[in-house]
């Protein structure tokens, strides 16, 4: 009890230093583990409504926001992690505020997003009540390697959740992951009317053994069915949720609100209300930098995080209808991963009518030379962020503008563009 009482103490005081220097979002976690190594266990010992991880390639930070937002709106109690720092110690990290000196949170339902890698320390420690399997693609080849160790990390994430499974019924990795667990399982996918917009949504290593995915959709599992590029409805066998429209763009983030969706049906069961959950998926803002939208000197400016192939194509097909002005921002942190050469993966033919204002980050002419094999004119190359972003919004004054950007890049922006426009500190939500 005294070991437990001094961790939380010292993790809550480095989590006030680190806040007043303004970083180490995971840097209080790990001061708290050092003294007490089982602290993640024992703080959530006394959660009983649902301990839930949400994990996969692409989505994790958006479809996890718009599953807590559905519980919430339901009355339930829940600790997620906001900031989308999906390591372990980051999450005890958001935690640390909550928790009093006995350790043990207070909460209905604890919904984190774990990155594939991290979500094995955690299920180490704590085994969840559900598993929220999004999908599969290739990301940070210098630390995943291939797509089947990414693949068989899930299926591990899958295997160890005591209650429950919610898996993308698209996905063939996932669908062979979801399979193979030993208790019940819901899907979400698209609607067979639209199975023609698959590839906007998926990237993955062709096996020759796969047989082309074909499921029956039963009691519990949902398809996402648009209406147009921005309504759409979650269609179960008993109950349409929709129609909704979202605050954030297309059809990447239509098929996370039907997972988030499909979860949280299976989480509530019979207090589950398709208007309730309607109402708020329709008020969730864009998690920070996943398409959102900054006003600058009148002008919208959209903040987009691209972190692989699979990705930064689906970021191209949906804002692409609405070429605009464009910077892409390259880093090659360890937060990014330091190996970029996926970006010759990714065609970038539909920049070419406009070409691309600026490129920036630590690999901004690594990325000219990308746009350059594509015909695409890069206007200038400026490593410096902040310089490139004056350059960016000083040259294109009069018209809306969009930033593709990886992790660090991105978080870089947003905080420049925070200081200079009063915006949300990074994990606070703006207004609704």
């Known amino acids: 009890m005294l070991r437990t009482a001094a961790a939380v103490v010292a993790g809550k005081t480095a989590r006030a230093l680190a806040r007043r220097r303004g970083g180490g979002s995971a840097f209080p976690g790990l001061v708290a583990e050092r003294i007490q190594p089982r602290i993640l266990r024992r703080s959530l010992s006394g959660v009983h409504g649902g301990i ?42 958001e935690m640390l505020p909550q928790l009093p000196l006995s ?13 594939e890698a991290h979500a094995m320390r955690f299920i180490d420690e704590v085994p969840p009540t559900h598993a929220l399997l999004l999908n599969v693609a290739r990301d940070q080849l210098d630390r995943f390697a291939e797509i089947d160790h990414t693949a068989a990390l899930l299926a591990r994430l899958g295997a160890a959740s005591t209650e429950g499974v919610v898996a993308n019924a698209d996905d063939p990795f996932i669908a062979r992951a979801a399979d193979a667990v030993d208790v019940p399982v819901h899907w979400f ?18 096996r020759f053994d796969d047989e082309p995915l074909t499921r029956e959709y039963g009691p519990g599992d949902a398809r996402l069915r648009p209406v147009d ?13 929709g129609p909704v429209t979202l605050r954030q763009r297309g059809l990447a983030a239509m098929i996370n ?20 959950a309607a109402t708020a998926l329709a008020a969730v803002q864009p998690p920070f930098g996943r398409g959102e939208v900054i006003m600058v000197d009148g002008q919208p400016l959209e903040l987009v995080l691209v972190k692989n192939p699979a990705g930064f194509g689906v970021a191209l097909s949906t804002y ?8 892409i921002a390259i880093n090659d942190n360890d937060a990014d991963g330091r190996d970029v050469s996926w970006l010759y993966d990714v065609s970038f033919a539909s920049l070419r009518e406009r070409g691309v204002a600026v490129t920036s980050g630590v690999r901004a002419y690594d990325m000219a030379l990308r746009l350059h094999y594509d015909d695409v004119h890069t206007g200038r190359v400026v490593p410096d962020l902040d310089t490139a972003l004056d350059a960016f919004t000083a040259g294109h004054p009069d ?14 922006l947003r905080r420049t563009l925070a200081a200079r426009h009063g915006l949300a500190q990074f994990g606070e939500d703006g207004p609704q």
């Open 52 to 93: 839930v991880v949400v994990s996969g390639t692409n989505g994790k930070t958006t479809t996890t926001k718009m599953l807590v937002a559905v519980l919430r709106a339901h009355g339930r109690s829940v600790f997620t992690n906001p900031t989308g720092s999906n390591f372990t110690r980051g999450v005890l990290s």
């Open 103 to 115: 350790g043990r949170l207070v909460s209905d339902m604890v919904v984190v997003e774990l990155d």
């Open 189 to 206: 996918g698209l609607d067979a009317l639209i199975a023609d917009r698959l590839p906007e949504l998926t990237e993955h290593d062709a």
């Open 229 to 241: 590029e921005r309504v759409f409805d979650i269609v179960f066998d008993d109950v349409t949720v």
């Open 257 to 276: 609100a039907t997972a988030a969706t499909t979860t949280a049906r299976m989480l509530l069961g019979e207090a589950f209300d398709a208007a309730t």
């Open 320 to 327: 692409g209808t609405t070429p605009v002005a464009t910077m």
């Open 399 to 412: 018209e809306p503008k969009r930033i593709f950007c990886t992790y660090t890049a991105m978080m870089a």
